[in-house]
C-alpha cells in the first residue's frame, strides 16, 4: 500500500524558511502526480504544489508561487517543499498527496489518490 510520510514542520518567525518533505513508499514516481496542499484553520484544503516527474512540470497556487519551491527526488522517493519568506498566514497542516497518472497535474482534493497524515507548519508573527 502506498505510504506519503510527512517531515520538518515547525515553528518559524515570519519572514523565515522552512523545508518540508514527503518520504513516499511503494509508488513509481514516473507513473504519479506528486503534490503538496495545506489546511489552515477555519479554511478548506487548499492546493500548494504539484510536480510531474513525467512531464518534468511544476505547479502552484495562485498565494506560493515565488516563495515555494517543489522538487523531486526520483532516485530516494522524496518530494520537498521549499518555502521562504513566510506569512503567518502560511499557518497550517500540510499534507502530501499522490495523484495516479501523470498527464496533467491536478489543483483538486478529489483529483489525488493517496495522502500523508499532515505536518503542522506555523509561522508566528
Known amino acids: 500500500q502506498v505510504q506519503l510520510v510527512e517531515s520538518g514542520g515547525r515553528l518559524v518567525q515570519a519572514g523565515g524558511s522552512l523545508r518540508l518533505s514527503c518520504a513516499a513508499s511503494k509508488l513509481t514516481f514516473s507513473a504519479y502526480v506528486m503534490g503538496w496542499f495545506r489546511r489552515a484553520p477555519g479554511k478548506e484544503r487548499e492546493f500548494v504544489a504539484g510536480i510531474s516527474w513525467g512531464l518534468g512540470m511544476t505547479a502552484y497556487g495562485d498565494a506560493m508561487s515565488g516563495r515555494f519551491t517543489i522538487s523531486a527526488d526520483n532516485a530516494k522517493n522524496t518530494v520537498d517543499l521549499q518555502m521562504s519568506n513566510l506569512e503567518p498566514e502560511d499557518t497550517a497542516v500540510y499534507y502530501c498527496?499522490?495523484?495516479?497518472?501523470?498527464?496533467?497535474?491536478?489543483?483538486?482534493?478529489?483529483?489525488?489518490?493517496?495522502w500523508g497524515q499532515g505536518i503542522q507548519v506555523t509561522v508566528s508573527s
Open positions: 498527496a499522490a495523484q495516479r497518472g501523470s498527464f496533467y497535474i491536478g489543483r483538486g482534493p478529489s483529483e489525488y489518490d493517496y
